[in-house]
């Protein structure tokens, strides 16, 4: 394998990384459907939860126990801010040529949900 080859594999295995850590960045922050919870809401379902507990069969027990720690979770997670302008900065850097090598299209990004002003900074336009 050449030096070129090699360094062609690391740009693409760069890039490609790049472009894989802010679409997950996007899918991990996009808003949930319906009615946000609360901490309350939570709150109120992990007591719900426990009571459920007490006259569950087992299949149950097993199900509401791992709501609890689903909720447990969420409510842990609550008010961070996921902070990606790192990772928009990283794939603005590498998208037009990922784009061009992949052939992947202007209304492809939109459609995963890349934002159009994102998409502008990156050099792609919509005749890409």
């Given at each position: 394998m050449t030096d070129e080859h090699k360094a062609a594999l690391?740009?693409?295995r760069n890039e490609g990384?790049?472009?894989r850590n802010y679409l997950e960045a996007l899918r991990s922050n996009k808003p949930k459907r319906g009615?946000?919870?609360t901490r309350?809401?939570?709150a109120a379902r992990l007591s719900a939860i426990d009571a459920e507990l007490d006259t569950a069969d087992p299949m149950s027990e097993l199900?509401?126990?791992q709501e609890r720690r689903d909720?447990?979770?969420e409510m842990e997670s609550m008010g961070?801010?996921?902070d990606i302008s790192a990772l928009?900065?990283?794939f603005i850097t590498v998208a037009k040529s990922y784009s061009a090598r992949q052939g992947i299209s202007y209304a492809t990004w939109r459609e995963i949900g890349v934002d159009a002003a994102v998409l502008k900074r990156a050099g792609i336009s919509r005749s890409d």
């Amino acid at each position: 394998m050449t030096d070129e080859h090699k360094a062609a594999l690391a740009t693409g295995r760069n890039e490609g990384n790049a472009v894989r850590n802010y679409l997950e960045a996007l899918r991990s922050n996009k808003p949930k459907r319906g009615r946000r919870r609360t901490r309350e809401s939570i709150a109120a379902r992990l007591s719900a939860i426990d009571a459920e507990l007490d006259t569950a069969d087992p299949m149950s027990e097993l199900r509401l126990r791992q709501e609890r720690r689903d909720l447990q979770a969420e409510m842990e997670s609550m008010g961070t801010k996921v902070d990606i302008s790192a990772l928009e900065e990283g794939f603005i850097t590498v998208a037009k040529s990922y784009s061009a090598r992949q052939g992947i299209s202007y209304a492809t990004w939109r459609e995963i949900g890349v934002d159009a002003a994102v998409l502008k900074r990156a050099g792609i336009s919509r005749s890409d």
